[in-house]
């Protein structure tokens, strides 16, 4: 089975960092995606993640520990239009199982 | 520009009605795609095709059938639509893409359908 947690709801500041982090339990793993998604709108790719380490594209950064389960989205300067849900996403054999979102708030 | 369709966009129906989503895309990919959103649950697979004569169920299959008219068309039925049914709906494509990771296997997503069953 596929077990994929990440937290419902976070909230920071216009030019703030914020983290989100993912757990997955998962009976297989070719990699692990994460994609935002604006509200009534389609997912979209932001990153991939196969080997352990951290892969940093522009102010959007993801972070994966195998052994542990374990990856992170990093989102650094934050805009008011990066405030969308972040899904974390566990690839196995062309299939995704993707957690249930997490919608960040980005305030003034 | 090469893009995944969804039609209809938006439906309201009843319960007991078949209904039928589809999608088509110009990407040129095999790989298709329907998955159901409901708030809180994120993302559920409910059938995949890895080309025209191969159909699979996803995880929550029952309820639904699909069929893969060509490669680039893949449509979604409700035979007998009830309310737990309502939610949004996306389909999507896939491709091996090449990155500084190596190969991926990307999913490019529809639109969605916002299906309300009544």
């Known amino acids: 089975g596929q077990n994929i947690d990440q937290p419902t709801e976070m909230t920071a500041t216009e030019g703030a960092i914020v983290q989100i982090n993912c757990t997955y339990q998962?009976?297989?793993?070719?990699?692990l995606f994460w994609y935002q998604q604006h509200a009534g709108e389609a997912p979209t790719f932001l990153s991939y993640?196969?080997?352990?380490g951290l892969e940093e594209k522009g102010r959007f950064s993801s972070f994966l520990s195998r052994s542990k389960g374990y990856s992170y989205l990093l989102l650094k300067e934050l805009q008011m239009k990066d405030s969308a849900s972040y899904l974390c996403?566990?690839?196995?054999?062309?299939?995704?199982?993707f957690g249930a979102g997490t919608t960040v708030t980005v305030r003034a | 520009d090469a893009d995944v369709t969804q039609t209809p966009r938006n439906r309201i129906t009843k319960t007991g009605k078949r209904i039928m989503l589809e999608c088509s895309q110009t990407?040129?990919?095999?790989?298709m795609y329907w998955y159901r959103q409901d708030p809180g649950l994120g993302l559920r697979l409910i059938y995949y095709?890895?080309?025209?004569?191969?159909?699979n169920k996803g995880e929550i299959s029952d309820g639904y059938s699909v069929s893969r008219q060509a490669q680039a068309k893949f449509s979604l039925s409700l035979e007998s639509a009830i309310p737990n049914q309502t939610a949004l709906y996306f389909c999507?494509?896939?491709?091996?893409?090449?990155?500084?990771?190596?190969?991926?296997?990307?999913?490019?997503f529809g639109p969605g359908t916002r299906l309300t069953v009544l």
């Open positions: 990407k040129g990919h095999d790989r």
């Open positions: 993640n196969v080997l352990d």
């Open positions: 095709s890895f080309d025209v004569k191969d159909i």
């Open positions: 998962t009976s297989g793993f070719n990699g």
């Open positions: 999507a494509t896939s491709a091996v893409t090449s990155g500084r990771m190596g190969s991926y296997n990307e999913q490019f």
């Open positions: 996403a566990v690839s196995n054999d062309y299939k995704l199982s």
